[in-house]
């Protein structure tokens, strides 16, 4: 049997690696095996999912805004002013909040909320990113409880009059005859909202805050809010999954795969064609070599060494260093190379790529081969002409011999 003609780059991975790639692929083709396995005995699978029935979706917010009370060259009586971050004191003593609760159910149903505003009116001072309070007052503006229906919003809306707002902070201060950190007011919603939805309920509690800071002459509003909430009603689903194709058909052809290379490598192994001789190796660490020192080498005709004296070098790397050291090129023609310096040619001559001893064999067995039938035919032609050239001789000797004794007569 013909030995498999393998590329090196393979053979010479595999001499490496031929453990680790039997080992990946008996995983692959066990789990090709086990996949196959499960999709053609075990068949469908049944599973149990987790789906979204229904949503509740509550949301809320605060809108603001102030009318002018007092003519002024930069605003007119009765002018609104909505949603500022900064109002006048002067001219808007008196600040509207209004507070809105909304709700989306899938459903369609209503939805249940209860809602308590207050007026807190403090002192503070920060922290490491916390708020230290010194004093603080709380007064409940109104509570609310209110149906909302699917989609629909409520607002509930209170009024704070910011110049009386100022004028008890100064009296709290005058009180306690300090003035510690920053003053603020709050409005504070604190809301909770009871819905239901495919079957379920749930409750939402949130606290929104419109944020008031008084000056002498005006008044700064923010508002801290909590984000929409968004709430699931899940319910169990059973389906039957089918084996996808993959599994039907790919893992199969993997397990076969898998097993058929392991096999064929085994074989390769066993037989020696995966083995990468001392030539091979020899060689291909030459053309290593030769490429890490391209850049010294030029391909062109080396001329006779004529009168040269003619030095081999022992590897590669020596002949490179020697063309460093004496600022030279190294001349390459096939598999020879060379470094001509001065009256000395110094020489290299790479490892050939086959086995010699291998051609050399190769070459005797077929010299000696005799071919049968037309050899044979010229061999007995060749003893004829013998025999024949040595009956003549004889029969010269007898002439010569008979006309010898007749000139003795």
Do not use: C
């Amino acid at each position: 049997m013909n030995e498999p003609d393998i590329p090196l780059s393979v053979r010479w991975f595999l001499e490496d690696w031929l453990s680790a790639v039997l080992l990946v692929l008996l995983v692959f083709s066990l789990l090709g095996g086990y996949v196959a396995y499960d999709a053609h005995i075990n068949g469908a699978d049944t599973v149990v999912e987790q789906r979204t029935e229904g949503t509740w979706t509550v949301e809320s917010g605060f809108d603001h805004a102030g009318t002018v009370q007092r003519e002024s060259n930069v605003f007119s009586m009765g002018t609104r002013l909505e949603n500022r971050p900064l109002y006048f004191t002067t001219v808007v003593p008196t600040l509207e909040a209004n507070y809105t609760l909304g709700h989306d159910n899938t459903d369609g149903r209503e939805a249940t909320a209860s809602t308590e505003l207050s007026l807190v009116i403090r002192a503070f001072e920060e922290r490491d990113e916390q708020k230290v309070i010194f004093w603080d007052t709380t007064e409940t503006l109104k509570t609310k409880e209110t149906t909302i229906a699917d989609g629909d919003q409520r607002s509930v809306a209170v009024r704070v009059n910011v110049s009386a707002v100022l004028e008890r902070i100064r009296a709290a201060e005058r009180d306690l005859k300090a003035a510690p950190g920053e003053t603020e007011a709050l409005i504070i919603a604190d809301t909770t909202f009871d819905g239901t939805v495919a079957g379920e309920s749930f409750t939402d509690t949130r606290t929104d805050r419109l944020v008031i800071e008084p000056q002498d002459a005006l008044y700064r509003v923010s508002t801290a809010v909590e984000d929409q909430k968004s709430y699931d009603a899940t319910g169990s689903v059973t389906r039957t999954v089918e084996p996808s194709a993959v599994a039907l058909y790919g893992a199969p052809l993997l397990f076969i795969i898998g097993v058929l290379t392991i096999v064929g490598l085994a074989i390769a192994s066993s037989q020696g064609w995966l083995q990468v001789t001392e030539v091979e190796r020899t060689r291909h660490e030459f053309e290593s070599e030769r490429d890490d020192f391209d850049e010294w080498i030029s391909a062109v005709t080396i001329p006779d060494s004529g009168n040269r004296t003619v030095v081999p070098s022992e590897t590669m790397e020596d002949l490179v260093d020697i063309a460093i050291d004496s600022d030279r090129r190294v001349l390459e023609e096939g598999d020879r190379y060379a470094v001509i310096v001065d009256d000395i040619m110094y020489t290299y001559s790479a490892p050939t790529s086959s086995d010699p001893l291998e051609a050399t064999d190769s070459t005797d067995s077929t010299s000696t081969q005799v071919p049968s039938g037309s050899a044979q035919r010229e061999e007995q032609a060749g003893s004829s002409t013998v025999d024949s050239d040595n009956e003549g001789l004889a029969a010269s000797d007898r002439g010569v011999s008979s006309g010898s004794d007749e000139n003795s007569e």
